[in-house]
């Protein structure tokens, strides 16, 4: 029998998944039709494609990933063709997507997304005034509605202050939060200390009378009775005018001279003392022998940024400071990840990792590229760029932020994001020129010109953390 000639063939229900119909009905002389039912399967939903958001920054709420289903051509419906759940999806860390197959789609799977720590930056923080440089200052954090808790989400330190009336806290990022920020405390002047002020005032202006009074007595011929007055109403009008003026700055200018001597004789008695407490790590980028395309044949990235690490350990310690390398030998050689975390395990204040850059010959200049963790890193970031160019006798091209793909404010390089995450904020990648350049390549492969350049880093490092 012929399809079409003795009979047709109709479908009811066969396009999604279950039982569907199929029905032959006859064509004359046949007459009657039979129904069969048959089963369309549903899809396996480990045979589609699912795509993820990576990078998600913590919000302090369930983050929920952009997860795109398709499976050919077809993208597929949450809600109809399947269901995600999350797991550990609030905190920093590895979160988990399931997606279960729904309708025409059977079965489930997972996957993860990475749950990164939001600067602290981010947040408001806000602080009450205090009465003394001495006090601790009480310090509220939030974010998006929530109150941060101190030593779990942030820790605070105090900043040498710059101002006499303003206390510098730093506050750094712990767990779900990272980076560090820094609030302004005023110090109020206490009322004790008004009165004090007032009280000196007044006796001053009783000593300036009498010493008018006595003066006026040795010169009684040159002063009546009235003129010794009205000299004194004048002085008490200056009196006034000195006690109102005094109010406002006396106290102040009291508080400068004591915190400036107080800092002055820190420095001169302590250089070494302060710069043992600081340790900085270095790292020489890359391994032995590694980048050697370059103008010279014996010039690598590797080798050559070992050396110039050499030297500035050299003459970071002259200065007192405590410093370590992540490559103690040229040979040894570190994951990108690991240089950073390094950094961060041991403690260090500091993180420079030490590099020559690649381009065309006509590229040229120095740039530094800074950890967003910190906004006060671009201070150190321009002044060593600075010194860097000068001593290579090139340009600096500037301080540098690179944003990790997806998540703006993680730092791109592993090096800086490694060694920020595990609590050294102060992270630098610093492009010393381009090796790619014939005067840049000339001047990094000269021995002597590395120990220039490490002396003018050093010197740099040692004014930024006020040890000379
Ligand atoms: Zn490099």
């Not at 997606?99 to 799977?109: A, L, S, V």
């Not at 806000?126 to 601790?136: I, K, L, R, S």
Request: hydrophobic letters at 30%.
């Amino acid at each position: 029998m012929k399809k079409n000639t003795h009979y047709t063939v109709t479908y009811q229900n066969n396009t999604k998944a279950g039982t569907a119909k199929v029905i032959i009905k006859g064509k004359s002389p046949y007459t009657g039709s039979v129904t069969k039912t048959f089963k369309i399967m549903q899809k396996s939903i480990s045979s589609v494609t699912v795509t993820s958001s990576n990078y998600l920054t913590y919000t302090g709420k369930p983050i929920t990933a952009t997860l795109s289903v398709t499976s050919g051509k077809t993208k597929l419906k949450s809600g109809t063709d399947y269901q995600v759940t999350y797991q550990s999806n609030t905190n920093v860390g590895q979160a988990r997507y399931t997606i279960k197959g729904k309708g025409n789609y059977t079965g489930t799977r997972s996957g993860v997304f990475y749950i990164i720590p939001v600067n602290i930056s981010k947040t408001k923080i806000t602080a009450e005034p205090v009465e003394q440089d001495t006090d601790t200052p009480s310090i509220k954090v939030t974010y998006n509605g929530k109150t941060l808790k101190k030593n779990t989400d942030y820790t605070v330190q105090s900043v040498t202050p710059i101002e006499p009336d303003t206390l510098q806290m730093a506050i750094t990022g712990k767990g779900n939060y990272c980076g560090k920020t820094y609030v302004n405390v005023p110090i109020t002047i206490p009322e004790t200390t008004s009165a004090a002020g007032i009280t000196e005032i007044i006796a001053g202006t009783l000593m300036l009378l009498g010493v008018l009074g006595v003066s006026a007595r040795k010169k009684r011929k040159f002063f009546n009775k009235r003129k010794v007055l009205s000299g004194v109403s004048t002085c008490m009008v200056a009196a006034v005018v000195l006690f109102s003026f005094s109010v406002n700055t006396a106290p102040e200018v009291t508080a400068q001279t004591v915190v400036t001597d107080t800092i002055a004789k820190a420095y001169a008695s302590a250089d070494k003392k302060k710069a043992a407490k600081i340790k900085i790590t270095l790292d020489p980028g890359h391994v032995k022998d590694y980048n050697r395309f370059t103008y010279f044949s014996n010039y690598s990235e590797g080798t050559q940024m070992w050396k110039l690490a050499c030297e500035l350990k050299k003459e970071l310690e002259s200065y007192g400071f405590v410093v370590v390398t992540t490559r103690p030998k040229v040979t040894d050689f570190l994951e990108v990840a690991e240089r950073g975390q390094l950094a961060g395990n041991n403690g260090s204040d500091l993180f420079l990792s030490l590099h020559s850059n690649a381009g065309g010959s006509s590229a040229s200049g120095v740039e530094i590229y800074y950890s967003m963790s910190d906004q006060n890193n671009k201070v150190l970031s321009d002044k060593l760029g600075k010194a860097i160019a000068k001593t290579m006798g090139t340009s600096f091209n500037g301080s540098k932020n690179r944003h990790y793909p997806g998540a703006t404010g993680v730092d791109y390089y592993g090096v800086c994001r490694n060694a920020a995450f595990y609590g050294c904020t102060a992270a630098f990648l610093v492009e010393h020129g381009f090796h790619t350049n014939y005067s840049e390549s000339s001047f990094l492969k000269n021995s002597s010109s590395l120990k220039k350049l490490a002396k003018a880093e050093a010197k740099v490092i040692a004014e930024y953390y006020d040890v000379i």
